[in-house]
């Protein structure tokens, strides 16, 4: 008997399946420390309301003719065509490896008569769209069908390109906001497919593009995300982006300190749309999150977590829970794909070196007995630009940490990273999983009505260098952290406790053999 099933059933008085929604009564069990020493359990009586029709979905990729863009519509059409495809290792079939929600599993319960675990797809958890069902459209600054795209890009295989291009040729990206200040100059020789006008205007033709795109597939809901050219820091300016208000009138200007990005952001929170940002730029200055907030409208970011920053979140957990000292991570890194081309001018580099460096931050600071307040590790990151290699990041990281009496231990790794095709499942999870958020409320046992999650959706952390928070909340890097908070609230709404890895029933012998001491 298989140890993974695909269907299931809650039963239980805690779960109730409506014809349109899945009802669950939970109770959210949290400690807080009060005075420096006094600690205190806190249960909050909640009810989950999940509408389980998942609708027509689609996505529009800002970056849409990038190796991101062109993986991502690939990956979809060789899914749903079913192809194989031959490579000197052999055959090959499409698959949905990397994405945390189509290709990993989380424990349900235990089998009741041979006591081992029970686990469920994550995507079979609750209703989510699937990736073949959603409908992939964008902009981009290079005209080049996806086809064209695809083979510049050098990421898929020979055998499986020539079999997607017929389908692949027939999308045409549409014209793209260009901003040539905040990306490197570099590009510019790909930029043909360009938006005129007004940063006004540019907004308003984005603001059209979407609710044409809407209309013309009968779409119920529209997603957008960058997946375009990391831009340089945008600078934050009291009266220019400072508050909604604000960013709104500097874009009619024509401010010159307010990105493609945020016209991108702003124009999907008008329109109604989440807006994801998978590139390291500061996309969300605070015009654009006041904007999200006064508009409820979702947004999540900052920046793809695929190769040796999700290694790097794992391996300083692991030392640091361990109770490993790290002193000093160097990461080096080199590319040869348009990103790094575009990563290889210094005010580019500036925005992904920030995504990079923060993400050791919430590890270290749990724990005080082995680092001093305001202490950190020495941490090092360099990107190189490098265009033989091309998709094939080269990652090596050297981390030098202090053990029992005095010892120093080193782990150095390479890591060799497909760099579009780690990153490609991501942004079928962050879509997917955002779809999702949109069709969850809570209501505590004190208030009278449901309300959605906050819009700065952090519980897309998992999938993010840089997670964007609510003001006033934690930033949680810990990957196997992240991972958890989004299956047990998966758990909850189907009004199961979260799984704590106890497992007391494997434990006593009362319960392993019906005895008692």
């Excluded at 549409?174 to 510019?188: G, K, R, V």
Aim: net charge negative.
């Amino acid at each position: 008997m298989s140890n993974t099933i695909q269907e299931f059933k809650v039963v239980s008085d805690n779960c109730k399946y409506e014809e349109d929604a899945i009802l669950s009564d939970y109770t959210y069990q949290t400690t807080v420390v009060e005075n420096g020493n006094t600690i205190k359990p806190v249960e909050t009586k909640m009810q989950f309301r999940t509408e389980t029709k998942v609708g027509k979905v689609g996505v529009m990729l800002i970056g849409l003719g990038g190796n991101n863009g062109t993986t991502c519509v690939a990956g979809v059409l060789a899914n749903k065509m079913g192809i194989t495809w031959e490579t000197k290792e052999g055959p090959k079939a499409a698959n949905y490896f990397g994405s945390m929600l189509m290709a990993s599993t989380a424990k349900l319960g235990s089998d009741a008569v041979t006591g081992n675990d029970i686990y469920s797809p994550v995507h079979k958890l609750l209703p989510m769209v699937h990736p073949n069902d959603i409908v992939w459209g964008g902009w981009d600054i290079n005209d080049a069908n996806l086809g064209d795209a695809m083979k510049r890009a050098q990421v898929l295989d020979y055998n499986l390109q020539q079999q997607l291009y017929p389908e692949m040729s027939k999308i045409t990206p549409l014209p793209s906001a260009y901003f040539p200040d905040f990306i490197a100059a570099n590009q510019c020789e790909r930029a043909n497919n360009i938006l005129e006008g007004t940063k006004q205007e540019q907004m308003e033709v984005l603001r059209k593009n979407i609710v044409d795109f809407k209309a013309d597939n009968a779409l119920d809901k529209v997603i957008l995300l960058w997946s375009a050219n990391t831009e340089r820091y945008a600078a934050i300016q009291e009266g220019i982006n400072d508050t909604a208000e604000n960013l709104l009138a500097s874009i009619k200007s024509g401010e010159s300190e307010v990105s493609a990005s945020t016209v991108f952001a702003t124009a999907s929170i008008l329109e109604g749309c989440m807006f994801i940002n998978g590139s390291p730029q500061n996309t969300f200055v605070p015009g654009v999150i006041e904007l999200a907030q006064q508009r409820n409208v979702m947004i999540a970011g900052d920046d793809f977590k695929s190769g040796q920053t999700k290694m790097k979140s794992v391996l300083v957990d692991f030392l640091v829970s361990a109770g490993i000292k790290p002193v000093s991570i160097v990461s080096y890194n080199h590319l040869g794909n348009n990103d790094g081309k575009n990563l290889s001018a210094p005010s580019q580099f500036r925005s992904k070196e920030l995504s990079k460096s923060n993400v050791v931050d919430d590890m270290v600071a749990s724990n005080s007995i082995l680092f001093d307040e305001d202490e950190k590790p020495d941490h090092v990151v360099v990107i190189k630009y490098v265009p033989y290699v091309a998709d094939s990041k080269r990652a090596m990281d050297e981390y030098t940490s202090e053990i029992f009496l005095g010892g120093k231990n080193t782990i150095v790794m390479h890591n060799t990273c497909e760099d579009s095709l780690l990153a490609t499942p991501l942004i079928y999870d962050l879509v997917i999983l955002g779809e999702l958020c949109q069709r969850i409320q809570i209501k505590k046992e004190t208030e009278e009505h449901f309300e959605s999650f906050h819009p700065v959706m952090s519980l897309l952390s998992y999938m993010l260098k840089a997670p964007l928070v609510p003001q006033g909340a934690p930033v949680v890097n810990a990957l196997f952290t992240q991972r958890c908070a989004i299956v047990n609230v998966i758990r909850a709404c189907l009004g199961l406790a979260p799984e704590n890895h106890m497992t007391l029933e494997h434990r006593l012998a009362s319960s392993l053999y019906g005895t008692s001491s």
